[in-house]
């Protein structure tokens, strides 16, 4: 039979019924409910009347089990039961049976009271609390609790007030006998008491919990809310209620043992009931601190649980909160007490039981949870040490160290607790506030001070709170440095002094010693502390541990630590000691050791250990190839693989994180990946595919550009159509992709990594272009880089930068650059911080991390190429600036591969500026570098690089030394770079290099057999390989336009006995759909080629494959198999190469590799052939200097080679005919990487072919190069041309050049070199590449000036729509602007535009041909006398063709000084006083061809300089004396050089006649009869000449003979007075064998009918003079003295200046127009000129100028004055310099014209073969019009005089401007007289394009025929009472510049 299970089992009978008896109850109950809810209300129908007798205790516990069962039912069977309670017990006697009921039914009726309202809204009532309060219930409540506490007497006020923990009696003595075992007096027994206490007890739980949930509910409510008194009172009695509940609690937990084996169950309500009593008392401010003991009665209660204390914390806590924010601190503080009480208790409690292992199973006790509240018990104390701190109470220190004891006790039971960070980090802060305007150490101290006396802190826990408050410390130390220092020090100092100091302690007293270096070096203290600190940490960790690795990781990792730590900081203190490898060596050594994969395994060890240890292996990494030691680095590869994979973090994404910070290199390598690398990447993967590393990159597109632009430059002359390998690898990447790259970066990222990035990328791109040829747009690309990097610099180090004074001359005027040099370079101490703080940043692997050495080998890197990149465009200056900057740098980090690099590029600037000595000297500390640093410099390629690089240096230093003795190189210097360069040609084939070209097997060995069988000269009948080339050779400027198979015809070579079938057709294999050929290289196809005939040997291949030669190696018995080669070119060309033979194939088959060392073995390969080519041609030059010719041609044929050939190791040029390697070199080639080299090579042999162009057919030849024709050489020179079209001095050499050979082929002296272009001749030729020679070094710097200016004018342009017209002429004006075209193709269009566009204005060049040219012109011309030095002039003129002059010069002698005068001016007191004249020119070919031009300007200088210092009458008649001397010498001087070098060509420098209205008449007229009548054909442009010379310059008939039969070319002979040698030669048949008298006659006639009229005024005239001669006052030689002359330093120039003078003023005018009223004065700045202040100071403020006198300005004032202001004035001493530097002037946008009237302010400085320096060029650099300067010393009294007459002009020819011109008027009238009188078919003569604003003419305000500055020039110089010596010293530079008012302009 089955039973009901039942939920209950009674132990008795009694039980049994009552349980009955309830259930009865409730089922009456739930029908009753059930019949109210079918609206049918019911009474209960009978009374339940209980026996009790003895059973009241029962009965009790039935009503509570009806309550509770009550309480689920509903609010209305609660209030039914409840008042059915109360009847129960009303009307009885009140003993605890009917006051527990009556306590019962309250709390039904509170339960039925909160239902209901729980259910409805109490917004408007306030809540349930207030609504309970505010009935019956709790008053009734009240009384019922009184009652209780009288029967019971537990908790009463009078006896039991306290139940703290430390009371002993919790219960009085009247209440004693309540439980007395003998004593029955309150009417039960003993056991009914008992039962009756805990039916008590269960009683007050029911009644007081529904209160509790609804206070702990509404607590917010509660506190913040301000209710009325009545609720305030009603709550105290729900307060005594819970008072009552937690007295009896305890009151039975205390006596707990009485009640042995009772269930009680209520230790799950005292904590709601105690926490919503504690907030009761909060808002009742009653008997707090009884509350308070309660609850501290609960918390040390052992039978209290960790999860209750957890509750109890959390409540506690956020009632603190809740008050904290309601800004009630003093009851925040007691809760925040106590929860902080309870967190640690529970703390406490929680590692007990981890300690025991008791209840594992339990969340709770995981070391995770105890972790987690640890952290979040620290966090909440933190916060009440701050509200403390707000109340300004003395609590702090106990409260700290309360806690701090509890951590330690806690820490001591659990050994992985955390560190109270929290609590220290609190402590600190208050520390800090405390700090603020008090004294630190009366304030505030540290936690040791504090916990110094507890007994409960051990000293482990000790030093872990120090520690904690360390790392404190330093979060603060940006907000209060100087108290973290001092706090921090005191740290340190308890730690090392009083905690760790025991001997097992010395891991923690490293670490201490450590921190303790770390925080010296962010004090700024001194390093060798820091290291002190490292070496004591180091020894500690030595001694107690013996071997690091034995003690486990960390002790190890510590270690190493310090070792590299102190490497860091030796650097910065001792770069040059050789602890800061040893240290490295020592670190790297223990982290290998550790960093195996056993140790990875022990994740949790190692990841506190290695977390940020890829920080210190960045900076290792990154100094140690700083300073070029690759020792290192294969290790550091693989601890960092290691710790990448260790974090899961992809290989890949390691590679593209080194690539990325560029940490595959080391410093000034060309390879970007090394070595070791490589090696170390083999280990993991097979990473050597290209494709590889860009799959790797391929997720940033800047990192991929930059990875595949470092080769792919390499390739770009090979199309990416001529091969298809399936190759992911690009070879076009352009320059505008790499730049668009790199921009794109910077302007989406700003921060420094990816300025890093685009730093390296504009690198690249520079590096690119400068192998191309490109250097202005390589330096713009240089100098972008540089700025990135000199950022990310600043940003690094530290550094004081002391400035070297200026070099000036005695003058007092700047003659040398301001340089700076470096003092103090220190890492900053934030930057240090990263690495000593390593341990402490959180750094994302995958992120970039600059360190600062990375940072300093970049930047060094980046001044270098700029500096290199400034040389090479000619500007020594800035290089030696940026040169001298890296040197300071260098050395003070004590780096050997810049040292070595910048000491090497400075002995070679300086050698190239002729200081031999500092030359010398810095080339041999260069060497002494390489060899002290050999060992640590472990590149061996690099170490080669540098030790090739200095060698050559030094050679090439050696052969530029000029013996003055001899007028060129010694033999010995000549010796001594030949063989430097023999030794640099050994290391140059050394082994190490052939790593970098590994050659098929097949290629190795033909060469290897060509150069056995070699059994015949190279050069075996081949001496007529170029006869006839000049016979098939259409035109040397214009290339064939044939098409491409006409031009490629190339006879078969004879197949070979044994050769295969396939080889012959290899190359026919290749489609030719695949071949792109672009416009410019389908030029170069059509471009003339010498003799396709080519046989050269015949080559013998035997079944085996291996390549056998048989017979000759001759044209005519061995053939090389020529093949179609479209590689090269992008067209089908000859190449020289059988299979992989030539350069271009090598580079397919690199790229068909396609691994990466292929790839950095062809970089190296690129580099080795660019030093071998630069060494060969030195080498090359020796030889012939030496006349080693056949040497040479051994040397020269070699760097052929080395252009073409494949295998640059074995260069054998037997098997290939030299006229086609020539052919080869010589061609176009687009993207060529050699251009430089190629450009100079060219013009070696051109050069080296030239000198023995008449001897070639009486000498014995070697080889073809002394058969190459003239033709030839004209065309490759003009490749040279266009090739180094931005390399100034080979660009200079080579226009010269080419200038020299038109001029004399036009002669008839060499063969004609007449182009098919009609409008181009030989004088056009020869007078466009003379102005090209001209000032090459300056037209980078006008350029950049010029595009600087336009760009900003352009965007004015832009706006303005009325001004579209002259855009477009700024635009054809800039076309003009370009040195040489990009391609030779479009050279004849370039010159000819070039004609087209010169501007309105005469230009004469003048240049001074010595040294080689002597000999090279002695040879070509056949002049067997000896010539000084040779004129070259050429006269440009927009209007006329041009005229070109060579003139033999000769020396001017001399005059002896007279020396009896000397002596007598100077006596021997003033002779010591004697300061030396310092030539600014230092030594050219003017002081050999006119000494006395020199030593007249030493005396000058002597005379003026030295007054004696006793002025007497006969002293000063006596200085007269010698000044009118020196003066006359010089007028003699400059009569002479006219007669001796010009003759009767000096009349070529005069202007045209200016406005002559019978000059075009007269002209046509003469020239149709000299045509007619004489037979004369004329150069229209000489005969211009002629009729403005005047009529007494025809007295000898030669010279008109002369004249007219040179067609604008002539060359003076040393003969001329042999007849033969004057006469033209038979076959001219335009001349004349002498000179008509009809012929002088009619020139005569003409030159008188010119004469007659008014119209001797001469237009202006511009000298562009050769460096060489500028210093030559060409102006006052006698032809000139009355002309108006201006001096530019190039063509360009002249154009640049226009340019800009149309963009400033808007019109359509040449010249520009200044307003000499508008002008700034600085006179006497240095107050020493009294008497010039005296004479221009009142004249000054009369024009009401603006300006300063007597007093220096500032720079800044000086550069508004010159922006502001039409004119600038200067009186004073030097050129102005030393108040404002020329570089700041050329930094102006625009600049007045000035006037400088200090000694040799016009002088310029010669730096050798660099660009010049002087104030003039400054100013016109900075778009000055104009400049009057003087070009040596002069006295001021009689400069004064001429600066007075001119402004005087100007002045008057300003007040003058505004009427009308005369000649205008009488223009305009001619015009109009012509218009009327003209026909309507009048056929009108259309004539050449020219320039609008140079052929327009201009109203009558802004005529050309007023006078302009210049003009007035030569008056003025008459003022002078020296009118030579002082009058000749002023010059003019700029352009025409006329003289306007203001308003007109």
Known sequence: MESKKQSAVAKNSAEAEYRAMAQGIYEILWLKRILEELCKPVELPMKLSVELENNGTEFVELVAYCANKCQAIGPNCCSSIGAYLNKIAEDKVETCFHLILRLYATGLLLINCKSKFKFNDLSSSGGVVRTLCAGDVMQNLSALVCSLRSHFHIGCKRNCASSSVGHKDFVCRKCLPCISHNDASMGWTHKDGKAYILSYIAALKFTCLPLAESVNSEKKQIITESEAVAVSSRLSDVQEAFYQFCDVFLFYKRFKSYYEGEKDGFDDSILGIAVALFIVSIRTKLNMKKCRDILNDVISSEWIQPYELKHLFTSLYNIGVILYRNKQLEEALEALTLSCRASWTCVLRLCNMFLHKEDESSDDVSEDAIVNFVNESCTRNAFLLNVLHQCDTHKVKRIIVESLENWSVAANLFGKLPGPISLVKQWVKIGCTSHKNVDVQDTVSTLYSVLSSSEKVSKRTVGIILEQELLAYEEVNALHPEFYQKMQMQIIGYLLEDV?????????????????????????????????????????????????????????????????????????????????????????????????????????????????????????????????????????????????QWKNV?????????????????????????????????????????????????????????????????????????????????????????????????????????????????SDLSERLISNGRITEALTYAKEAHRLRSKMFEEKFKFSVEQQPEKSNETRDVVQKLSCSLHDLQVRRSVANEFWSFDTISLDLESCYLSP?????????????????YELIGNGAEAEGYYLWGKSIAHSQNLPLFMISFSSVLGKLYGRKQLWDLAERELHSAKQYLEACETEISCLKCRLMLEITVDQNLGDLFQSIVDNSIGRTSIESSSRAEVLYKVVLDKLNHSDWETCARFTDAARAWSIVLEKNNVKDVDHGASNAFAGTNENQQDVKKPSRKGPKENKEVKKCRKTRNASKPLLTDQDSIPNNNLRTTRSKSRCSQSRSISSDVEVGNVKHDGSGENECSGIFSQRDMLLEIKSCEVAFGYEDRCICNKMRCWHCLQIEVIKDQRLNKFIDMKWEFVRRRLLLNLLRSLGNCLVNRDQHHEAHKTFIQSLLILANQDSFHLTPSYVSLSLLLDIVGKEISGDIFSVERAEILYSISWFSLKGYRSRDNRVSCCDLYHIQLPQLVTWLMHVFVLCREVPILFQKVSRLLAVLFLVAASGDLCSLSSSCKALSENHWASFFHQASLGTHLNYQFSTNHNRIYKAQQLVDAEDSCHTGSTCLGAEMRNLLRLAPESIQDLEEFVENFFVGFPCTTAICISLLGGPYTYLLQKLLDVHSYVCAWMLVSRLDSESQPIVLLLPVDSISAEAPDDAAMSGFYSSETKNLVKHWQCPWGSTIVDAVAPEFKLILEENYLSSSNFPLEKTKESTKLWWTLRKKLDYRLGEFLRNLEDSWWGPWKYILLGERSNCKSLDSVYKKLARSLKSKCKMNVNESLLKVILGTPNDAFEEEEFVLHLCLRKGCYIGRTECREKDKWCPSPNDTSGIEKPSDLALQLIREAINELEGEDCMTREPIMLVLDFDVQMLPWENIPILRNQEVYRMPSVWSILTRLDR??????????????????????????????????????????????????????????????????????????????????????????????????????????????????????????????????????????????????????????????????????VAELEAMSLKGRKGNTKKKVQRKKLPDACEKESVVDCDHRPMIGSFMSQAREACILPYLIGASPVCYGVPTGIRSKKDL
């Open 500 to 644: 760790y100091v025991t001997p097992e302690s010395w891991l923690q007293r490293s670490r201490i010693l450590v921190r303790k270096g770390r925080a010296l070096r962010s004090y700024g203290h001194c390093l060798k502390d820091c290291i002190q600190c490292l070496s004591d940490a180091i020894s500690s960790l030595k001694a107690m541990s013996g071997d690091p690795c034995s003690f486990g990781i960390q002790p190890c990792h510590q270690l190493a630590v310090a070792y590299c730590i102190r490497a860091f900081c030796t650097q910065e203190t001792e770069p040059s000691s050789k602890q800061v490898f040893q240290d490295i060596r020592m670190a790297l050594k223990l982290w290998l050791r550790i960093t195996t994969p056993d140790s990875f395994a022990a994740e949790d060890e190692c990841f506190k250990v290695f977390e940020n240890m890829i920080i210190l292996m960045y900076n290792i990494i990154d100094l140690v190839s700083l300073k070029g030691c690759m020792d290192f680095h294969y290790d550091i590869y693989r601890i960092m693989f290691r710790l990448f």
């Open 650 to 762: 992809p290989l890949e994404k390691l590679l593209a994180v080194l690539w990325e910070c560029r940490r595959l290199r080391h410093a000034l390598c060309a390879s970007p990946v090394n070595e070791a690398f490589l090696m170390s990447l083999a280990d993991h993967c097979d990473g050597q595919s290209i494709d590889f590393w860009i799959s790797c990159l391929k997720g940033s597109q800047p990192l991929l550009v930059g990875l595949e632009h470092n080769f792919s430059f390499l390739f770009a002359s090979i199309p990416r159509d001529s091969f298809n390998f399936g190759s992911c690898f690009r070879t076009d990447i352009t320059v505008d992709e790499v730049k668009d790259a790199a921009y794109e970066l910077i302007s989406n990222d700003p921060a420094s990594s990816s300025a890093f990035v685009a730093g390296y990328l504009f």
């Open 853 to 869: 050495w990375i940072i300093l080998q970049c930047y060094l890197e980046s001044t270098l190429q700029v500096g290199i990149a």
């Open 1701 to 1866: 003078s149309y963009h400033n003023q808007g019109q359509t005018r040449t010249f520009p127009f200044i307003d000499p009223l508008d002008a700034f004065y600085l006179l006497n700045p240095g107050g020493d000129l009294s008497s010039t202040q005296i004479e221009f100071e009142n004249w000054f403020r009369d024009q009401n100028f603006q300006g300063k006198a007597g007093q220096a300005p500032t720079a800044e004032e000086l550069a508004a004055a010159l922006k502001s202001h039409d004119l600038f004035l200067y009186f004073g001493h030097g050129s102005g310099t030393q108040y404002i530097s020329r570089y700041e002037i050329q930094k102006l946008e625009n600049c007045a014209a000035t006037v400088l009237m200090g000694c040799s302010s016009g002088c310029l400085t010669l730096n050798g073969c660099y660009a010049p320096n002087g104030a003039p060029l400054s100013y016109l650099l900075a778009g000055s019009p104009v400049i009057v300067a003087n070009l040596w010393e002069v006295t001021d009294k009689d400069i004064d005089r001429f600066g007075k007459a001119v402004l005087d002009a100007w002045f008057k020819e300003r007040l003058s401007s505004s009427t009308d011109c005369a000649k205008c008027s009488l």
